[in-house]
């Protein structure tokens, strides 16, 4: 039995992940700020994460085997969590996200041995070929740091998800605390209604109503995982003693053509494409870049992938299509 607290977990995967511990025998308990009431026979502690102080005094004396941080955004948050946790646990696994290797969110002028990750792939005249990204493309610690200490934060949306967990990562791993995972996430889709991005709503919305789809030219590949599996591998890694970032994506990495010829299927209605110009938004996971991941170090720890292609069909059926 081990003592697992997971910071979040009130939504999508994190609920997933909480009842799988509790049913595992694991004695859970979430921390979040009250945003919701966790499942029977898990314990609960309130406190807004970026108050250390307020954090301190809501985990008392406790410690425990293994901290998941499900909602750490930004590098004030590892910061906080990296004093709070110190002496606290003997294992920190952090969600973290395969946007930390988009090119289009990385800063210009990489130290060298960076540049693989803006290099991932090349144009023939079959169109793209990707190279699928591992942990080592993307080594946060050797970025220069942000704000007063270096280069200023991006205002887009991506460029600020992205470069937060980027930060996040390289501050629990210069000089670490305890021993710390950071979980490199694929587009993790399934689970109807509660996946709340509504990215895989939009597809299906969309072809069942015949409206056409906004895609790039020639669209790269990209990674997935369903929402129950993520759950099943951030639990794995509570049990392992590996460190470092490691990429959780299943195998098999379709393009955005891929995907909607998947959900005509389930839908009956074959999808219609607009091709937006260069540089121009597109439709959720229509990528101009590469950066798809490489699931080997996962894979080779022990971890064993589900395919997209069985748990796709399944995740577009139960997703809800709008009214009327």
Known sequence: MKRILVVGGSRYFGKTLVTRARDAGDEVTVLNRGSGAPPPGVGRLVADRDDEEALRTALGPRDFDVVVDQVCYTPLQAAVARRVFAGRTGRYVMTSTMEVYDPATLPAGLPAGLETVTATATR???????????????????????????????????????????????????????PYVSVRAAHVLGGGAAEFTGRLAHYVERIAAGTPVDVHESPYATSFIHHREMAEFLYWTTDRTFTGPVNAASHGAPDVIALCEAVAAQVGRDPRYRVVGEGAAASPFSFDRAYAMDNGRASALGFGFGRVADWLPGAIAETPRAAG
């Open 124 to 178: 023939s005249g079959s169109g793209p070929v990707p190279v699928p990204v591992t942990e080592a493309s993307l080594d946060p610690v050797r970025l220069p740091l942000a704000g007063a200490a270096g280069r200023p934060p991006g205002d887009r949306p991506a460029y600020v998800y992205a470069e937060g967990k980027r930060q996040a990562e390289a501050l629990f791993l210069r000089d670490p605390a305890f």
